[in-house]
């Protein structure tokens, strides 16, 4: 596996106008960031973290590859995106938007993963999910900001 890309790096390759940020909650396993992104096409290295991307304003057509063939879907409030770690992947939009990234570790997903299998997990992966709609997430993501 080559080298993952950090919370901290991932501006570096999607950069956005940061709008709200959890580092000073002091969690190492959990992040939530919030990024307001004009129009963009931008390629991904594989992060150490899996993300869930959820969209709290402006709609717009999204395509994304992770591996093998482009999705397209429209997005908007109340839709998330799933991305496991350690893949690359590549998005492109149109619109401006604003969404929310949960940086959940390795650790962290294992945990959660036992906790409500109660068994131990051996691995975790997100299913590659463009577009998922789920209140509850949206109400989670409302909660925590």
Known sequence: MGQLITVEELPRYAPGELKLD??????NDF??????YAPSDIWVPPSENFLLVLYRDGVTSMNRRVTGAWK??????????LL???EP???HWKNDIEVTHFY?????????????F?????????????KAEDPMLTWINDQMV
Request: hydrophobic share 40%; no cysteine; proline share 2%.
């Open 31 to 36: 992040r939530l960031r919030i990024f307001r």
């Open 22 to 27: 959890s580092a000073s909650v002091g969690r």
């Open 104 to 116: 959940i570790s390795p650790a962290l997903m294992m945990k959660t993963a036992s906790d409500a």
């Open 118 to 130: 109660d068994r131990d997990a051996e691995a975790i992966e997100l299913h590659d999910l463009l």
């Open 84 to 86: 496991t770690r350690a």
């Open 72 to 81: 397209q879907d429209h997005v908007g409030r109340g839709v998330t995106s």
């Open 89 to 91: 992947s590549s998005w």
